[in-house]
Nanobody, 124 residues
Framework: QVQLVESGGGLVQPGGSLRLSCAAS????????MAWYRQAPGKERELVAG???????NYRDSVKGRFTITRDNAKNTVYLQMNSLSPEDTAVYYC??????????????????WGQGTQVTVSS
């Protein structure tokens, strides 16, 4: 019942920047947490950055100081600003959203959903 649409990926040179977006839509009652994960070929999916409803953020060590996760609550959208990109950042990036959706009989239930993924390639 929740749809996530990602955008912003592409090819960028080392040292460049990209901004990823993930917009959630559907019967959303509230969003409690949003996060970005990535998966490189032959590697497991890993958490990049997360933000919870209170605004607290966390980042994996390798992106601290370079990446910034932000949220627009009115638009149910999460962003990932990526600066000083290196080839090691090359991966498919996925957004993850957790929260509550409306349900019947009138009420809410938990949901977790993933975006379709957007490719980020850092290469000269």
């Amino acid at each position: 019942q929740v749809q996530l649409v990602e955008s912003g990926g592409g090819l960028v040179q080392p040292g460049g920047s990209l901004r990823l977006s993930c917009a959630a839509s559907g019967s959303i009652f509230s969003i409690n947490a949003m996060a970005w994960y990535r998966q490189a070929p032959g590697k497991e999916r890993e958490l990049v950055a997360g933000i919870i409803s209170g605004g607290r953020t966390n980042y994996r060590d390798s992106v601290k100081g370079r990446f910034t996760i932000t949220r627009d609550n009115a638009k149910n959208t999460v962003y990932l600003q990526m600066n000083s990109l290196s080839p090691e950042d090359t991966a498919v990036y996925y957004c993850n959203v957790k929260g509550l959706v409306t349900s019947t009989p009138p009420g809410v239930k938990f949901f977790e959903d993933w975006g379709q993924g957007t490719q980020v390639t850092v290469s000269s």
